[in-house]
């Protein structure tokens, strides 16, 4: 059922304030308002306790067909891995979209990775949002409300536990929506409620140029991770057609940049395809991309889709020593979920074509 009116999740702790404000009601209750939102995570705001001016703001403001609402998508299915470390839900929005949040945790840390958009517009091949197609961007409080359903299960499995790191890998391109991804971000990383640190926070972009450019004007604190997947032109053409727009030489123009600039370390993702990607000729043209930058190379082997017939690499060690003697971090990407078809978008697609069997692991 659609709700009416604007969402509370939509607002930065400031337009909270000013909207208090502009309704009578002293800015200084956004405090509390804002501690029982993110801090707390109340989901019914009408039952807390709060001062007298605040509750009758709420009473009269807040609920369907009233002027605001808060984000509260429904939870269509959730599968755990074997490990049991892993929790991937399915959560339908409000007008019916369905996108993916998982909750990952190893090492004792705790990782939530959200989506940023319903499909994706950048059509790379290997990938089941990109198969799907772009439907719509997601509102900041969309994006908001998928941390807190995330620390509300944490919460209940694991009480001592706190969710410190977030990373935007889920469905959709963060750089394609930043607006609405920056002050998502903002709205996190507040210490007055959800609080992830910004250093804890990693978006993931597909090589959106102008949004790199961005972050670098605005010096954004927050971990950068640029999906490449190709060492030349042609390689990378093949399987993100995204690089029609911003070619290689651009993107890694813009990676430069942004590295000289901010001072910080860019993570590449690259996700291994069989007899695509995975070559040592590829694995030394791709040290040469980075000579002299500070960079983290991250393999990730690929998940299989319904829609792209390219194979898992059997050459990733390899691949990975190459990177390595030439000086560079290279790690393998734990995908912990990949029992539960972790990969981007995987589980809407499997749902999509078997809609009643997604069975969860034991
Ligand atoms: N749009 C952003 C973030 C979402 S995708 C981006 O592309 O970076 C997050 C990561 O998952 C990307 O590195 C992407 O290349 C990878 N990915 C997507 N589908 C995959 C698959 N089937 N197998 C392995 N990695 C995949
Ligand atoms: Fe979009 Fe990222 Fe998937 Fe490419 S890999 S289609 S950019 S979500």
Redesign the pocket.
């Known amino acids: 059922m659609p709700s009416a009116g604007a969402s509370l999740h939509d607002l930065s702790f400031r337009e909270m304030a000013e909207t208090l404000e502009a309704s009578g009601v002293n800015p200084q209750h956004a405090k509390a308002l804002w501690k029982a939102i993110y801090r707390d995570g109340d989901r019914d705001l009408h039952v807390r306790s709060f001062s007298p001016p605040l509750k009758r703001w709420l009473d009269e403001r807040l609920g369907d067909g009233r002027e605001f609402h808060v984000d509260s998508p429904e939870v269509v299915d959730e599968i755990h891995s074997s490990d049991g470390l892993t929790r991937k839900f399915l959560l339908r929005l409000s007008d019916g979209q369905v996108i993916e949040t998982v909750l990952m945790g190893y090492d004792g840390r705790h990782t939530v990775c959200v989506s940023t958009q319903a499909g994706?517009a950048?059509?790379?091949v290997f990938?089941a949002?990109?198969q799907m197609g772009f439907v719509r961007h997601l509102r900041p409080g969309e994006i908001v409300a998928q941390v807190l359903h995330a620390r509300r299960v944490l919460r209940e499995i694991a009480p001592h536990r706190r969710l410190r790191n977030l990373v935007m890998m889920g469905?959709?391109?963060p750089l394609h929506n930043i607006d609405s991804v920056l002050k998502a971000l903002d709205i996190i990383s507040d210490v007055r409620g959800i609080g992830i640190g910004p250093s804890k926070i990693a978006i993931s972009t597909?090589g959106v140029v102008p949004g790199i450019r961005r972050l670098a004007d605005e010096n954004s604190p927050y971990r950068l991770a640029v999906?490449l997947h190709g060492s030349t032109e042609e390689e990378r053409a093949a399987l993100?057609p995204?690089s029609q727009k911003w070619s290689l030489a651009m993107l890694m123009e813009a990676c430069r940049d942004y590295g000289e600039r901010t001072g910080k370390r860019i993570f590449f993702e690259w996700t291994l395809i069989e007899g695509s990607n995975d070559s040592p000729e590829t694995a030394r043209r791709l040290a040469d991309l980075l000579r002299g930058m500070d960079a983290h190379v991250n393999l990730i082997p690929l998940n299989p889709t319904a829609g792209y017939s390219g194979k898992t690499s059997a050459s990733g060690h390899g691949f990975q020593r190459i990177l390595r003697e030439a000086g560079f971090p290279c790690t393998f990407r734990q995908r912990r979920g990949i029992d539960v078809a972790a990969g981007?978008?995987m589980l809407k697609a499997e749902r999509r074509s078997k809609p009643a069997v997604v069975v969860p692991k034991a």
Do not use: I, K, P, Q
Request: aromatic share 0%; glycine share 24%.
């Open positions: 994706c950048m059509g790379c990938c949002t990109g469905m959709g391109e597909v999906s993100v995204a981007c978008g």
